[in-house]
Nanobody
Framework: QVQLVESGGGLVQAGDSLRLSCAASTTTSRTYHMAWFRQTPGKEREFIAA????????EYADSVKGRFTISRDSAKSPMYLQMNSLRLEDTAIYYC???????????????????WGQGTQVTVSP
């Protein structure tokens, strides 16, 4: 019902900025919560940020608060993750996700999100 495609990843130096995009196509008329997660080899998928179905609420992991900004203007617009002051430890595959049940509380748990993109690699070098 929802297809997600991430873009914008790449190789940057520590301290640089990068903006990720997540384009959504859907057969449902619902709006939905969306989120960004990231994963590195051998580790669990890590919550980064989420935005509510009405774009009114956001959540951030402590590790990115103040450096990353999640945004989305409308149900038909992409979701973005603006990443500033990138650090080596931000290197990961970044995934966007959608939770098509907007009556639920905005969640940081990956198992609350039903749809996932294929991921985009972000590599931060010294």
């Amino acid at each position: 019902q929802v297809q997600l495609v991430e873009s914008g990843g790449g190789l940057v130096q520590a301290g640089d900025s990068l903006r990720l995009s997540c384009a959504a196509s859907t057969t449902t008329s619902r709006t939905y919560h969306m989120a960004w997660f990231r994963q590195t080899p051998g580790k669990e998928r890590e919550f980064i940020a989420a935005i509510s179905w009405n774009f009114g609420s956001t959540e951030y992991a402590d590790s990115v608060k103040g450096r990353f900004t999640i945004s989305r203007d409308s149900a038909k617009s992409p979701m973005y993750l603006q990443m500033n002051s990138l650090r080596l430890e931000d290197t990961a595959i970044y995934y966007c996700a959608a939770d098509i049940h907007p009556w639920k509380v905005l969640s940081r748990a990956s198992n609350e999100y039903e749809y996932w993109g294929q991921g985009t690699q972000v590599t931060v070098s010294p």
